[in-house]
């Protein structure tokens, strides 16, 4: 192949390249402090919403150490018990425990104003980031179509053709010559790193990262912040704080035989 | 005192949450007229919060004033700022002033934990025990991971000789933090209080257990009882004794009682002979060894 057949004038560095890489990276910046200013302040729950967002560590707390509790048996069973006649009479739920014999349903996200707005956060942060880009890509579709900027300095095999010349239609060019269209992808994917070093750990300048995550996926599965059921969350940890009950044992049951053996007492083997 | 060695050791009280106020105080000054602040960074929020608690501790609310203008003059309507200043307001004013800010707080974020226990601890001081555990055993139900709530809990019982209710606040306190032989100790002597010696016995083990650094090298038999694990066989042998006095007594929490408790007794015996016949490196005799020896000596029954 001829490698020399592509001369690339350096004014397309100076007047595509780089102004692209520029553009992006000023986007980014521009992005993640708009994110900020974006930023509700995280809404203030209640006391009672606390209280049954936390009634599930109780639980998990005393489950964790069932197998070797510090707590001798009365107490353990007085307390396992306790939670889960709460989790049972729905105790702990934000509105009390259910009345009568109207069946519980599932919150509804779309009637919740409190599940609205953190839906509403997520779209905002969205059209932040779409919108800037469908701009950029437009403007590179518009004036720089079909350009080649760069070529890598190492060679590569033929699959990453429609990686990096995406926009040039061209079966004999080189895989190492990079269009303009790649770029900006290859900008897209790959700047998070700069990112990063600019503008610290937890910006929210990329924009690759929110691709993955819709607004409307986080309907489907619950996401924390998201309403859950806590209802029916209560009752499958009632089979959970059964099934600790019976793994239950006390740490101090046998500790007399266990110190004096082990301070040599009593041997070893007898019961 | 260098700026630099100020620096830190206020940096080691903040870490080690330690309530050294009037060192804190002394260095924090120090620290002010030298104009490290700017040199702090972003720690310097952290060190005024510091000073703040100290000078009001020391007294010096003048200094106090300062310090908390300028952390509220950076964070308004901060919930930690909102804390700061009702402690503030309780060094000078009326408790009732403090209830009142404490109360208007609660009133438009009824989830703020730390105003929350400001408030408790305000209602106990000024004398509403029922009330302070009225409010305290709401914000345990709402806060269940708060250790130093329960263990305030705990407290307010055992103050008021009700040790039972002491000793189910502190299983709370187990559950929480089963790694920490302090509070199984606690748990034991509230357990002893309360007279339910087989559970009390039976918990002093668990703490001889924690704390008898079995993971090292060195023979049991060989060792030397250190720190809490003396105390622990002295509630062993304590125990032992009101067993061996009443071999048929009932425990409130249906705790059997343990097996050869001469065995105990005597291991407990040797254990306290071993640690107060070797206090020390060169071999000087241990504070009040004589009457711990009489004591141990004397008959179980």
């Keep these: 192949m001829d490698r020399l057949s592509l001369y690339l004038d350096p004014q397309i560095r100076d007047w595509v390249l780089f102004p692209i890489t520029l553009v992006m990276i000023l986007v980014g910046v521009l992005r993640h402090y708009v994110v900020v200013l974006l930023q509700s302040p995280p809404k203030k729950l209640s006391r009672a919403a606390t209280r049954e967002q936390r009634a599930l560590t109780r639980s998990q707390i005393l489950r964790a150490t069932s197998a070797n509790s510090p707590i001798p048996p009365s107490f353990y069973k007085a307390i396992s018990q306790n939670l889960s006649e709460a989790f049972k009479a729905g105790t702990y739920l934000k509105d009390g425990p259910p009345k009568g014999d109207a069946p519980p349903s599932a919150p509804n996200p779309l009637s919740d104003p409190a599940a609205m707005d953190g839906m509403m956060a997520g779209m905002k942060t969205q059209m932040v980031m779409m919108v800037p880009q469908m701009v950029i890509m437009g403007w590179i579709n518009f004036f720089f179509q079909g350009f080649v900027l760069i070529k890598l300095p190492f060679p590569l095999t033929l699959g990453f053709k429609s990686m990096l010349q995406r926009g040039i239609d061209t079966p004999d060019m080189d895989v190492r010559w990079v269009s303009s269209l790649s770029w900006y992808f290859l900008n897209f994917f790959g700047l998070n790193g700069l990112y990063r070093l600019i503008l610290g750990g937890d910006n929210s300048a990329d924009a690759s990262r929110d691709m993955t995550a819709s607004p409307f996926a986080a309907m489907g599965n619950t996401q924390p912040g998201q309403p859950q059921d806590f209802n029916k969350l209560f009752k499958a940890e009632r089979d959970n704080l059964e099934f600790a009950e019976g793994l239950y044992s006390w740490v101090g049951e046998n500790m007399e035989t266990k110190i004096l053996r082990k301070y040599g007492k009593l041997p070893y083997d007898s019961k | ?301």
């Design chain 2, 1 to 301: 005192m260098s700026l630099q060695s100020a620096l830190e050791q206020l940096a080691a009280h903040r870490i080690k949450n330690t309530r050294a106020s009037q060192d804190v105080f002394r260095n924090g000054l120090l620290v002010l007229q030298k104009k490290g602040l700017k040199k702090l960074g972003d720690d310097g929020w952290t060190f005024l919060e510091q000073l703040t608690l100290a000078s009001i501790d020391v007294g010096r609310l003048d200094i106090a004033d300062q310090c908390l203008q300028l952390i509220a003059d950076k964070f308004p309507n901060s919930p930690r700022v909102d804390c700061l200043t009702g402690i503030r307001i309780e060094a000078t004013e009326p408790p009732e002033t403090a209830l009142k800010y404490y109360a208007d707080i609660l009133e438009a974020d009824s989830a703020n934990a730390g105003i929350w226990k400001r408030r408790i601890s305000v209602l106990r001081r000024t004398g509403k025990v029922e009330k302070a555990v009225n409010e305290l055993v709401q914000f345990l139900d709402t806060f269940y991971t708060d250790v130093e709530g329960w263990l305030e809990l705990a407290d307010i019982y055992a103050t008021c000789n009700q040790y039972e209710h002491s000793l189910q606040a502190l299983t709370h306190v187990l559950l929480l933090t089963p790694q920490n032989p302090f509070y199984m100790l606690q748990a034991a002597e509230t357990a002893y209080t309360a007279e339910d010696f087989p559970l009390a016995i039976k918990m002093f083990l668990t703490v001889v257990d924690m704390t008898d650094g079995d993971d090292s090298e060195q023979l049991l038999q060989e060792s030397t009882p250190l720190g809490i694990t003396v105390r622990a066989w002295f509630g062993v042998k304590l125990c032992a004794r009101r067993i061996a006095q009443n071999t048929n007594m009932k425990s409130p929490s249906n705790t059997s009682l343990p097996k050869k408790v001469e065995l105990l007794d005597e291991l407990a015996t040797e254990r306290l002979r071993v640690a107060y016949s070797s206090s020390g490196q060169k071999g000087e005799i241990a504070k009040g060894r004589q009457e711990v020896f009489a004591w141990v000596a004397a008959p179980l029954a």
